[in-house]
Nanobody, 116 residues
């Protein structure tokens, strides 16, 4: 059974930082591209970033490029999202997803709230 478990969310002030983690199990993590997607209150799913299976390629939505960094540790079956210079518009439920884009499996999400 594919399982993706996000952690590391929380409340942060504008300009602050958070690092999300996603623990993967139930599939061969190193064989899959992985992504982060988010859903803001009252809005649909938005793709944020993707990383190739061997971490040779990373891509970002324009609104987070230069502030967020996606990475992975295939030995630990873990995906990360380092988020710096957070803005109120980054407030959302962040999901780890298997595969490119919005993925075929997603976790339960980690809430990120950016507010003063």
């Amino acid at each position: 059974e594919v399982q993706l478990v996000e952690s590391g969310g929380g409340l942060v002030q504008p300009g602050g930082s958070l690092r999300l983690s996603c623990a993967a199990s139930g599939f061969t993590f190193s064989n899959y591209d992985m992504s982060w997607v988010r859903q803001a209150p009252g809005k649909g799913l938005e793709w944020v970033s993707s990383i190739s299976s061997r971490a040779t390629r990373t891509v970002y939505v324009d609104s987070v490029r230069g502030r967020f960094t996606i990475s992975r540790d295939n030995a630990k079956n873990t995906l990360y999202l380092q988020m710096n210079d957070l803005r109120p518009e980054d407030t959302a439920l962040y999901y780890c997803a298997r595969n490119w884009g919005t993925g075929d499996y997603r976790g339960q999400g980690a809430q990120v709230t950016v507010s003063s």
